[in-house]
């Protein structure tokens, strides 16, 4: 079966463009959580939806920052204008109902020049 | 708010022995508590979990944790480590209201000498 599949895995971009990672998550889990790992602050809960719905976005640093999940097969995390600080691996990960059992995905490094 | 301390940033082992690696935690209560696996390029993956019960869980990869409560700990455990071992190891929290947020310890990389 296909884990969750993140893209791309590797983006570069200049400051100030706009940046989308995908994530499509275990058919199948109803959960979805979008994470930010830099070797400052290690691994960030940025936020998560539950059946599409978001529950918790208080871990996204800022406005530039947003996520969407418009259907259970599809969630976008968005950054604009994007800045040289929000250069990290952003990780998605899906989950079903048993807690803190996260499947996550091999993540999109985020480089801002 | 909880928080999760993993004191040892990088622990380097021959191959054959034995691992343990620290964890403690910050809580009011009982967490969840949980232990993940990063290999280089990857995402992480689940080793073993805790929520209630015997305080000696055992996990994939010949992984074992034990909870103690006195200590406030969750440490990781394997009498004899491979090569393949070598990566870096998550301890994480979650609260039982909201199990599925989960705070993660700034992790322990694990190198392992032949």
């Known amino acids: 079966d296909a884990g969750v599949i993140q893209s791309p895995r590797h983006e570069v971009t200049e400051m100030g463009q706009e940046v989308t990672l995908r994530c499509k998550p275990i058919?199948?889990?109803?959960?979805l959580f979008w994470y930010r790992q830099t070797m400052m602050r290690g691994l960030e809960l940025l936020i998560y939806?539950?059946?599409?719905?978001?529950?918790?976005d208080s871990g996204m640093p800022e406005d530039r920052f947003s996520a969407k999940m418009p259907n259970a097969s599809f969630s976008t995390l968005k950054i604009q204008p994007s800045e040289p600080r929000d250069s990290a691996v952003y990780f998605c990960?899906?989950?079903?109902?048993?807690?803190?059992?996260?499947?996550f995905g091999e993540g999109s490094r985020l480089t801002v020049l | 708010a909880q928080s999760v301390t993993q004191p040892d940033i990088h622990i380097t082992v021959s191959e054959g022995a034995s691992l343990e690696l620290r964890c403690n935690y910050s809580?009011?209560?009982?967490?969840?508590l949980f232990w993940y696996v990063q290999s280089p390029g990857q995402g992480l993956q689940l080793l073993l979990k805790y929520f209630s019960g015997d305080t000696l869980v055992q996990g994939i990869k010949g992984f074992e944790a034990e909870f103690k409560r006195s200590q406030s700990s969750f440490n990781l455990r394997k009498p004899s480590v491979h090569w393949s071992d070598a990566a870096e190891y998550f301890c994480?929290?979650?609260?039982?209201?909201?199990?599925?947020?989960?705070?993660f310890g700034q992790g322990t990389r694990l190198t392992i000498n032949p």
């Open positions: 939806f539950n059946n599409n719905v978001p529950i918790d």
């Open positions: 058919s199948g889990h109803n959960s």
């Open positions: 994480a929290v979650g609260l039982i209201q909201g199990a599925q947020k989960l705070v």
């Open positions: 990960a899906s989950s079903q109902t048993s807690p803190g059992e996260l499947f």
């Open positions: 809580y009011g209560a009982t967490p969840y």
